[in-house]
């Protein structure tokens, strides 16, 4: 059914009952069809597409075929086959995935991705970590990182974020983040039951801070202090993606996205984004230089650095500029934007909770901005809300 389904939508016919022929439709329908004769027309105009509904429950014992009654595991799964004018239902769960839609809407039919339950479907940029724990003095742990873990890795100074520098802007700043004297992040973050660990830079520091951990790279091993409690009888989890809801083509429009938690990721601070191509602007939640998207009735928060972007990477328009791999040329600045981000919750995100560069017409209204910048950076951007060049 859902291959016919497929079929009605692209406006493709088979004719007769002899002969053999596999046609492929830009990727996607492959089908096949024994003993056809020789006519076939495919083409999307010769009867109206209607749009199409996708199903995704996270709780799927096995992947499905996007409808309600088999839906899909994974977003990116419906990601894949939805077309200008479907929606995605997203059942309550967690997702951990980044999901990047390859394709956007029309206008007059977006591409919509919605949380049946409002915030009931989360998806995150972590995954939950159990590894095998090795008590250390002072009542640490520590545990050694798989590097299997990252699936995100696509960028241009690596996929691994415990082994990237967070760039504190040291050149133009000279401050670290408040009240350090002294900072030695990384992109990483750890969560221990649903909180936040405080990162530090030093076996010392580490030892004297409750709640907090530290990545020791000759090792390749994380240590943390619960105050000598076993990690293994909590709820730990890394960050292993830099990006949540984010598409890796640049420029794609009229996407809507609707009433999810978007939480954990491992991105970089923004630090002369303009002309660093791996501090670029890279929200967790990002349009990638996109127009005309929707963004409503979502919680975004927990981002090592941004939240949500919403115009360009920061290069010029048609420059080749990007933190992702293969490198994009930027979209038309004077044709990114037009978004609508209305009802959302963006707080402690560890810079900012939101900005955009390079874009126009966009609306922000009726979001609630709270404890942005959680990291107490002192650099130049950072806070609720940031615009460059718009």
């Given at each position: ?17 002899r ?5 492929n ?29 996708w199903?995704v ?9 996007g409808?309600r ?19 995605i ?77 967070y ?7 000279n ?11 990384t ?46 009888a ?25 009433g999810?938690?978007f ?102 209204r ?25």
């Amino acid at each position: 059914m859902q291959l016919l389904k497929h079929a009605r939508r692209l406006g493709l016919f088979l004719i007769g009952q002899r002969g053999c022929c596999r046609i492929n439709f830009s990727r996607r329908l492959t089908l096949c069809c024994a003993m056809l004769p020789m006519v076939f027309w495919a083409t999307a105009s010769c009867r109206p597409v209607t749009a199409a509904d996708w199903w995704v429950d996270a709780n799927a014992t096995a992947e499905g075929d996007g409808s309600r009654e088999k839906p899909f595991a994974r977003i990116q799964a419906a990601a894949e086959v939805a077309m200008p004018g479907d929606t995605i239902h997203v059942l309550p769960g967690v997702y951990r995935e980044r999901v990047m839609p390859p394709r956007g809407g029309l206008p007059g039919k977006p591409i919509v991705y919605r949380s049946e339950v409002r915030h009931g479907a989360i998806v995150k940029g972590s995954d939950v970590w159990t590894p095998t724990w090795r008590k250390e003095h002072a009542g640490l742990f520590s545990a050694e990182v798989d590097p299997a873990m990252f699936t995100d890795t696509g960028y241009v100074d690596g996929g691994n974020p415990y082994r990237i520098t967070y760039d504190w802007d040291q050149e133009r700043n000279n401050r670290p983040p408040y009240p350090f004297t002294k900072v030695a992040w990384t992109l990483g973050q750890v969560f221990v039951d649903g909180r936040p660990l405080r990162e530090t830079s030093s076996l010392d520091e580490l030892t004297e801070t409750p709640a907090s951990w530290r990545y020791d790279p000759e090792t390749n091993r994380i240590w943390i202090n619960l105050g000598g409690d076993v990690p293994s009888a909590h709820h730990v989890e890394l960050t292993t993606r830099r990006g949540v809801f984010r598409p890796l083509a640049k420029g794609l429009g009229y996407i809507e996205v609707r009433g999810f938690v978007f939480e954990h990721c491992a991105n970089q601070f923004p630090a002369q984004f303009w002309q660093k191509a791996s501090n670029a602007q890279s929200g967790m939640v990002g349009t990638r230089g996109g127009h005309h998207w929707v963004i409503a009735d979502n919680i975004i928060r927990y981002a090592k650095s941004v939240g949500l972007t919403f115009g360009v990477s920061g290069g010029r328009s048609g420059a080749v500029y990007d933190n992702e791999r293969p490198a994009q040329a930027e979209p038309n600045r004077e044709q990114s934007g037009f978004h609508r981000i209305e009802g959302n919750i963006i707080y402690a995100n560890g810079a900012v909770g939101a900005m955009g560069c390079g874009h126009r017409d966009v609306i922000i209204r009726r979001n609630l901005f709270l404890d942005n910048n959680r990291l107490q950076n002192t650099a130049y951007e950072t806070g609720g809300i940031k615009t460059h060049q718009a």
